[in-house]
């Protein structure tokens, strides 16, 4: 009997991390993909502390080390073979985007291409949905380009929106489709796109 190869996986995440501790759980007993390591570009994201608390490594870079191809040595023994975004706030380099070309997975707290860009990112989001009184918003998960938020959709799922519901409200139902999907879609998307799949 064979096992297929098992898939690592590198969190990057720039804040408190719920998302990347979700994804850490989804596959906490996964014979095929695992979080292996947790990266943030601030020293005092609380992603860090998550992680700990999971037992997954981390580490840290600068805005500016993320524009070295040397980077990735400090993640070179883990075999990362994928990378999730899980409320990284950085541009990814292009350095970065042809190591693991169709490997770099990202969540958007939208309908793409509605509300993406530079700049739009978490409350100033669900602010604009919200003043532009949409009837329905949602998340998109998308493979990264070296364009914000203009990569190929994998998929998108949406909520309705009522006229009470305030910024704050909008914010939890897109976490809720989150937590509810962006796991099982990276798994669909591993399982689908991997060579010994």
């Given at each position: 009997?064979?096992?297929?190869?098992?898939?690592?996986?590198?969190?990057?995440?720039?804040?408190?991390?719920?998302?990347a501790?979700?994804?850490?759980?989804?596959?906490?007993?996964?014979?095929?993909?695992?979080?292996?390591?947790?990266?943030?570009?601030?020293p005092?994201?609380?992603?860090?502390?998550?992680?700990?608390?999971?037992?997954?490594?981390?580490?840290?870079?600068?805005?500016?080390?993320?524009?070295?191809?040397?980077?990735s040595?400090i993640?070179?023994s883990?075999?990362?073979?994928?990378?999730?975004?899980?409320?990284?706030?950085?541009?990814?380099p292009?350095?970065?985007i042809?190591?693991?070309?169709?490997?770099?997975?990202?969540?958007?707290?939208?309908?793409l291409?509605?509300?993406?860009?530079k700049?739009?990112?978490?409350?100033?989001v669900?602010?604009?949905?919200?003043?532009?009184?949409?009837?329905?918003?949602?998340?998109?998960?998308?493979?990264?380009?070296?364009?914000?938020?203009?990569?190929?959709?994998?998929?998108?799922?949406?909520?309705?929106?009522?006229?009470?519901?305030?910024?704050e409200?909008?914010?939890?139902?897109?976490?809720?489709?989150?937590?509810?999907?962006?796991?099982?879609?990276?798994?669909?998307?591993?399982?689908?796109?991997?060579?010994?799949?």
């Amino acid at each position: 009997m064979t096992y297929p190869t098992l898939k690592n996986l590198l969190i990057l995440a720039s804040g408190n991390g719920s998302n990347a501790e979700n994804i850490a759980n989804y596959f906490a007993n996964h014979h095929e993909i695992k979080v292996t390591l947790i990266g943030s570009n601030k020293p005092d994201a609380f992603v860090l502390q998550r992680a700990k608390k999971l037992g997954i490594p981390t580490f840290t870079f600068t805005k500016q080390e993320l524009t070295d191809p040397s980077l990735s040595s400090i993640w070179r023994s883990y075999h990362i073979d994928y990378i999730i975004l899980a409320g990284f706030l950085l541009k990814i380099p292009s350095w970065l985007i042809k190591k693991y070309s169709k490997k770099i997975i990202n969540i958007h707290p939208a309908l793409l291409p509605l509300y993406g860009g530079k700049g739009m990112y978490g409350m100033n989001v669900h602010n604009a949905v919200y003043e532009n009184k949409e009837e329905h918003t949602g998340i998109t998960i998308h493979l990264v380009n070296e364009q914000y938020d203009e990569g190929q959709i994998i998929f998108q799922a949406s909520v309705a929106l009522s006229s009470t519901d305030l910024p704050e409200n909008i914010a939890e139902k897109i976490h809720s489709l989150e937590y509810n999907y962006f796991p099982s879609v990276i798994e669909d998307y591993i399982n689908t796109h991997s060579p010994d799949s």
